[in-house]
């Protein structure tokens, strides 16, 4: 069965600091990845999404970028951070093809001070 | 217009009441639907898909109005665990997330 793993659970960085959050996705090959950020009491905000390696789209122009180095590695990154980056960023996965749902990983609660 | 938008809520029922919320969509090039939800603090998760002839899974049941491009799922028998956010989710290209409904099942 396919799962998805994402890191760290939590994180309170200082403003300005660089940023690297890791998702990994096993029991499937070629899955497109998404990473979501979740603003406190707001809705889902697609942030990037992949259908390959090396394959990034980004859907809200901010100071995050994303990379897909493996097929199934998604890493979603900053140089630095601002207060406004504060909340809870999910990364999903979903088959290539079809309308299929996402599944999503645990989520990293994210807090810049 | 957003792509997708529901009724914030609360929703605030009895347990064993039946809930039943709706979300509209814009885009009528929307292929398919679901309902996804979210407990405090955690990740979405799948419910159920919704179909066109519309569907049930046990106490839930969805379904979906293409003409007036609506979705709604209705929850009966209302159980304390069914409090959460729920999200209407459809896809005309990729999925796109309405900011949910609350629902909270006093006892």
């Known amino acids: 069965s396919q799962t998805i793993h994402q890191w760290p659970a939590t994180l309170v960085q200082p403003v300005g600091s660089p940023l690297s959050l890791e998702c990994t996705v096993e029991?499937?090959?070629?899955?497109?990845l998404y990473w979501y950020r979740q603003a406190a009491g707001r809705g889902l905000q697609l942030l990037f999404y992949?259908?390959?390696?090396?394959?990034i789209s980004s859907e809200v122009p901010q100071n995050l970028s994303a990379s897909r180095p493996q097929d199934r590695q998604f890493i979603l990154s900053s140089k630095k951070l601002l207060l406004s980056d504060s909340g809870f960023y999910l990364c999903?996965?979903?088959?290539?093809?079809?309308?299929?749902?996402?599944?999503f990983g645990s989520g990293t609660r994210l807090t810049v001070v | 217009r957003k792509e997708v938008e529901q009724d914030p809520g609360p929703f605030n029922v009895p347990e064993g009441a039946t809930v039943a919320f709706n979300c509209t969509y814009s885009?009528?090039?929307?292929?398919?639907f679901f309902w996804y939800r979210q407990d405090c603090r955690k990740e979405p998760k799948l419910l159920m898909s919704?179909?066109?002839s519309g569907n049930e899974d046990g106490r839930f049941t969805a379904q979906l109005n293409r003409a007036s491009q609506y979705i709604s799922l209705l929850i009966r028998d209302s159980k304390l665990s069914d409090s959460a956010t729920y999200l209407c989710?459809?896809?005309?290209?990729?999925?796109?997330f309405g900011a949910g409904t609350t629902v909270t099942v006093r006892a």
């Open positions: 999903a996965w979903s088959p290539t093809g079809g309308n299929y749902g996402y599944t």
């Open positions: 029991g499937t090959s070629n899955p497109n």
């Open positions: 992949s259908v390959g390696i090396g394959q």
């Open positions: 885009n009528s090039a929307s292929q398919s």
């Open positions: 919704v179909y066109s």
């Open positions: 989710v459809v896809n005309p290209y990729r999925l796109s």
